[in-house]
């Protein structure tokens, strides 16, 4: 069956360090893979997509890997603040014009 | 340029009652999805939109459930004689073309309780 795993529910991180979240998926192959930021109460926020063909994207603090051999991206937060804490959410879309398709979010905390 | 709009923030029905809950997309945005978030768990998709036309509803229950995004004015999710397990927060995206493969802008969601 299809599924989208992400690493921990819950990610506790001392401010400063790098957190390091991971989404697995099986079953699938996607041609784009997004992050997104939610908020308790809010919806979720676009942060970054990469494309199948990419290894790796970057945006400020941020940076995701893509590995379609090991059916895997990572998202790192550099030099993470208590500002960062929010639950993050993977989603892939496999041909790319259908509808998102999420993992359950992992929730961080980052701890000043 | 406003985001998407979404109302009511939250909604509380009792069990039998209809509930509405409206998504006004992005300006420009032609495309709609509905989502619905149980907690603790991720964003189901429900049913996929464009202007007068349902594109995919593979994810929508089959009964009590109905999406519509009319030429003019918003796309409404109707949940008909809702019952406790509808509780949940309803979240609508939009984009500008067919597929959420750039970015898709959420509202806020509506959170519907159903007592």
């Known amino acids: 069956s299809q599924k989208i795993e992400q690493n921990s529910e819950a990610l506790n991180i001392q401010e400063g360090k790098t957190a390091t979240l991971t989404c697995n998926y099986t079953n699938y192959s996607p041609a784009y893979l997004q992050w997104y930021r939610q908020d308790p109460g809010r919806g979720p926020v676009f942060l970054l997509l990469i494309r199948e063909n990419e290894k790796e994207k970057r945006k400020e603090r941020l940076k995701v890997t893509f590995d379609t051999t090991l059916k895997q991206s990572l998202f790192h937060i550099t030099a993470s603040q208590p500002a960062d804490s929010a639950t993050y959410l993977c989603?892939?879309?496999?041909?790319?014009?259908?509808?998102?398709?999420f993992g359950k979010g992992t929730r961080l905390s980052v701890i000043a | 340029n406003a985001g998407v709009m979404q109302n009511p923030r939250h909604l509380v029905r009792r069990r039998g009652q209809e509930a509405r809950l409206r998504c006004s997309p992005m300006k420009g945005h032609s495309h709609v999805y509905w989502y619905r978030q149980l907690p603790e768990e991720g964003l189901k998709f429900m049913v996929y939109?464009?202007?007068?036309?349902?594109?995919?509803e593979s994810g929508m229950p089959k009964e009590r459930f109905s999406a519509e995004f009319p030429k003019e004015g918003p796309s409404i999710l109707r949940i008909q004689q809702v019952v406790r397990g509808d509780s949940a927060a309803y979240f609508c995206a939009s984009s500008p073309r067919e597929g959420m493969n750039t970015e898709a802008f959420f509202g806020q969601g509506t959170r519907l309780t159903v007592v």
């Open positions: 989603a892939l879309d496999e041909v790319g014009n259908t509808p998102l398709v």
């Open positions: 939109l464009q202007k007068e036309n349902i594109i995919d």
